[in-house]
């Protein structure tokens, strides 16, 4: 049997994460998880020991390519993503995650509520399929790799 590895993309506020793999652990399903770095100060943070910047868009720039070192690398080599938005920040680095897995050619799985369905529909679109629920997640993901 295939061992799988999942990516586990977006909102950083919520238990999500931990609900997911707690799931499929509950059923044994052979899964490694992965995800970003999930501490924010510790990802704004990224590329500071390259140099202190002085102008906020540049500590920023030199972030995201240290931190997008790990996601590039992690999202090619999962078998799956889930992609999690959460209704209080706009995510746009999980739809970049989701973008970036579109042009791979990564399946990914959307994660959120209804209520943001409209202003995420390129992003569901692209998307193998749309859930809910964390406890959704495990359902889809027990259903791919045990059946």
């Known amino acids: 049997m295939k061992h799988w590895t999942v990516y586990l993309s977006g909102e950083i506020h919520t238990d999500w994460r931990e609900l997911i793999i707690q799931g499929c652990e509950d059923l044994g399903l052979d899964i490694s998880f992965t995800s970003p770095v999930t501490d924010h100060d510790s990802s704004d943070a990224a ?3 390259l140099g202190h910047e002085n102008i906020q868009f540049w500590r920023d720039h030199k972030s995201s390519k240290v931190n997008a070192i790990r996601t590039q690398a ?4 999962s078998d799956i993503a889930i992609i999690r ?11 970049f995650d989701a973008g970036y897995c579109a042009a791979l050619g990564k399946t990914y799985i959307t994660l959120h509520n209804e209520n943001i369905i409209h202003p995420l ?15 959704d997640v495990v359902t889809l993901l027990h259903y791919v790799i045990a059946s």
């Open 85 to 95: 938005f959460g209704d209080k920040y706009k995510q746009w680095n999980a739809a």
């Open 47 to 49: 590329g500071d020991f």
């Open 121 to 135: 529909k390129e992003v569901d679109a692209a998307a193998m399929a749309w859930a809910q629920t964390p406890e």
């Open 74 to 77: 992690l999202l090619k080599a």
